[in-house]
Structures are given as structure tokens and as C-alpha cells.
């Protein structure tokens, strides 16, 4: 029955097709006003078709894919900005610190400039420490800024204040301020972002920040090397701020990105003039002077936090996307955790950076904290993307 059946309905098909056929052809050849109703008659179904079924299906595939066809996009809806004046960085450790002045076209001074490192914190306590041991021999100051509101507007615990007691290495020259959040439902995460970093203004002063001494300004996991420090406040005549280039990394060690680190300053301090920020900020970009590891994080539990708590949190479209075992076998790939477009520039950059990132086993030039408690720090390192849950 089934053969049959189906190959009558087909056979009635093609007959209905030729006869209308036909029947058109012999209309539309006698009246023109006819014609146009007989191609409409004629096209009737594929146009429902298309409208009822090909339509929709395509609006909600453009709305759910919205913001990567904007991603892919950008090249023709923004141009890149302005580019870096690249400065050539020169580091070994067996060149002296003059040498190493001069090779940058800059003297040598006396004695250094002190250097304050600020910080607005949220939870990140690992690479908090790596951070403060990478920078330790060189700071005068260290400024520490947390609030109980997330950028977007969550209330969070002061995560410094209950694990200071870790810190006491450093306790001497920390200046730490607390900020109570503002909660404003609603409200673009930048604005309270930009609150938190006029805080920090306020605390320097009270670490008793003086002109010309050099201040970082970059976010804790922007973690500028020992020696790009030590040389900056041994050298005259550097410039007045200066972006640091620093090697970028998602998740561990394991996953160096190419999308490149820049965010990062460092500022010969001038009273009433220099204003705590994370935006371009002069043309000059010192190649190669530290790391940046994004989504460091050691338990799931944090990177779940961070996606909510992130200036961008209006990227998690889908509650699917906090799903702990999704995060890590994320995590393991190398695959992005918003499911998005690299934000690049060219077409060319943005197709060279699709699927997960390369894995590198290279454990060279990584602070070397890190390596001398490489068991603490095991997720950090190449080779061991398992998480800890919860
Ligand atoms: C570095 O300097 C030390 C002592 O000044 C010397 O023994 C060593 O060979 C040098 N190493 C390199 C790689 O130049
Ligand atoms: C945040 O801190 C401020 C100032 O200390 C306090 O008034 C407020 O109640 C705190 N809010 C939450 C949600 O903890």
C-alpha cells in the first residue's frame, strides 16, 4: 500500500502541475490582466511557504545570532582605532640596568622613583598574589580598592577583607578603602565602574601618592613583569604615561590568545592632573612587559560569578550558559564562554581567530611565583584544565 500510495500522490502532483500549466499558458496568452493573477495563483504555495515557514524561521535565527552577524559586522560598521606607537622592549637579566636605560633611548637616574600599584579588586585572591609577589621588590605603596557591589549592581562579600590575613606579606604598604556599592537597578555597569575608580583617586592621595612617581593602573589580572617596573623607575626621561603590551591568556597559562593586552598604564604622577583610569590614554605601547590571564580562575564556582558580575554580563543571554559542566568543557577546549565573535577589526582577523584557542605547553617567562608553587597554582599551568567544583 505504502509504495503505491506514495507514488500516486506523487504522480497526482506532477498531473496537477501540467494541467495548471497548461491551463495557464492558455489564459495568460489570451488576457495580460489575467497574467499577473495567474503567476500569483501560480507561485500561491511556495509564497506561503515562504512566508509562514522560511520567514519567521530566518527573523528568529537573526534574532538569536544578533550579536554575532553585529560581530562579524564590525569591519563595516567601526574602523579600527588609531594605531599604537610600538616601543621595542629590551630585558635580560645579565644586561646592566644602565645598558638597558640606554638601549630604550632613555638615562639612568640616581636612585628610582617610588611606584604605587592600584587596584580596584572584586575575587580574584590567586592571581591577587602572584600579582603583589611578581611586583613586590619594586613597590613603594600597594592600593587596594573593593566594593560590596558587583559593576553590575550584585552585592558581593569584601573578598579582600576575609582573606587579608593571606596578604601580611605586604600588610606595611597596603592602603585599603571599601566603597559601599550604589545598586542601581538598571543601570549601565560602566557607570559604577567609573564610581569605584573615583575612589581610588582618593585613596593614593592618602597613600600619599607625589608627582612624579610612577603609578599602575591596570586591573589585577593585568599584571605588568617585575623587571618592566624595575626598569621604568630606574630609567629617565620615559614618557609621561605609558600602555603596557602585556601577553594575553584565557583561563590559564595553557591558552595564549592573540587578541591583544593594552589597557594596562603606567603614569609619572602629576598632582590635580592624573585621574584613575582603563582607557586608551597616549599612543605609546611598551611591547612584551607582562601577562594578562582573563578567567583565571580556580573553581567553576568563580567563573560563574565573574560572568555575572562582569561589565559585560548582559552576554549571558541564557541561563543554559552558567551550566557548570558546560563552563568547563569549555574550559578544556579552549572555546569562548559567551559563544561569541572575537571583536575584531578586519575580516581577516576575526576568520583567523574563529574555533578554540591553539593549546601551548610552554611554561617559559611566567611569573615566577607561580613556578616556584607551581602545586598551589597546578590550574594555571599547561596540561590541567580540570577545575575544582563548586
Ligand atoms: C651572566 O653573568 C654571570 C656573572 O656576571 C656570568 O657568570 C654568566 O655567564 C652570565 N650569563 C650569560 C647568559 O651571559
Ligand atoms: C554596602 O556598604 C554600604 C556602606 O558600608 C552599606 O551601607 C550597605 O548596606 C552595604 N550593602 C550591602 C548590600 O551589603
Known amino acids: 500500500m505504502m509504495p503505491d500510495g506514495y507514488s500516486s500522490s506523487k504522480k497526482t502532483d506532477d498531473i496537477r502541475e ?17 497574467r499577473l493573477r495567474c503567476i500569483l495563483r501560480g507561485v500561491d504555495l511556495k509564497t506561503y511557504l515562504f512566508l509562514l515557514v522560511i520567514v519567521p524561521i530566518s527573523i528568529l535565527g537573526i534574532y538569536f545570532q544578533s550579536q554575532k552577524i553585529t560581530c562579524f559586522l564590525r569591519p563595516l560598521w567601526q574602523s579600527p582605532p588609531k594605531p599604537f606607537v610600538n616601543i621595542p622592549h629590551y630585558y635580560h637579566p645579565n644586561v646592566s640596568m644602565e645598558n638597558l636605560c640606554k638601549l630604550h633611548g632613555w638615562g639612568i637616574r640616581k636612585y ?38 558587583t559593576f553590575s549592581g550584585l552585592p558581593k562579600p569584601y573578598f579582600f577583607a576575609t582573606n587579608r590575613d593571606q596578604f601580611k606579606f605586604m600588610e606595611p604598604r597596603l592602603t585599603y578603602g571599601t566603597i559601599g556599592g550604589r545598586f542601581r537597578k538598571g543601570e549601565n555597569p560602566f557607570v559604577e565602574e567609573a564610581y569605584q575608580r573615583v575612589a581610588i583617586d582618593q585613596l593614593l592621595r592618602i597613600a600619599g601618592i607625589q608627582d612624579d612617581d610612577l603609578l599602575i593602573m591596570s586591573d589585577v589580572d593585568e599584571i605588568p613583569s617585575g623587571h618592566t617596573i624595575n626598569l621604568l ?10 600602555h603596557l603590551h602585556l601577553r594575553n591568556y584565557l583561563y590559564s597559562f ?3 590568545w592573540d587578541h591583544r593586552s593594552w589597557r594596562a598604564t603606567v603614569h609619572r604622577y602629576r598632582m590635580g592632573k592624573t ?4 582607557f586608551r590614554q597616549t599612543d605609546y605601547l611598551l611591547s612584551d612587559a607582562g601577562w594578562h590571564c582573563s578567567f583565571c580562575f580556580r573553581r567553576i564556582s568563580e567563573f560563574i560569578f565573574k560572568m555575572k558580575a562582569y561589565s ?5 543571554r541564557s ?14 577546549k579552549g572555546t569562548d564562554l559567551y559563544d561569541m565573535l572575537p571583536e575584531e577589526y ?18 617559559i617567562h611566567l611569573p615566577a611565583y607561580l613556578l616556584n608553587n607551581a602545586d598551589k597554582y597546578k590550574y594555571l599551568m599547561p596540561g590541567n584544565c580540570r577545575r575544582e567544583s563548586g
Not at 578586519?346 to 611554561?363: C, D, W
Request: aromatic share 10%; glycine share 2%; charged share 20%.
Open 254 to 256: 595553557e591558552f595564549p
Open 112 to 149: 628610582p622613583r617610588r611606584v604605587f600599584d592600584a587596584v580596584v579588586f572584586n575575587n580574584e585572591v590567586d592571581i591577587l598574589t602572584i600579582r603583589w609577589k611578581e611586583l613586590d621588590p619594586y613597590i613603594t605603596q600597594f592600593i587596594l580598592l573593593e566594593s560590596n557591589s
Open 18 to 34: 501540467d494541467v495548471c500549466g497548461q491551463v495557464q499558458q492558455a489564459a495568460c496568452a489570451a488576457l495580460s490582466m489575467t
Open 312 to 316: 559585560h554580563n548582559d552576554r549571558v
Open 319 to 332: 541561563p543554559h550558559f552558567l551550566n557548570p559542566k558546560r563552563i568547563q568543557d569549555i574550559i578544556c
Open 346 to 363: 578586519t575580516f581577516k582577523q576575526i576568520i583567523g581567530q574563529l574555533g578554540p584557542m591553539t593549546h601551548s605547553y610552554s611554561a
Open 233 to 242: 623607575r630606574w630609567c629617565d626621561d620615559i614618557p609621561p604615561i605609558l
Open 275 to 278: 585621574r584613575y583610569a582603563h
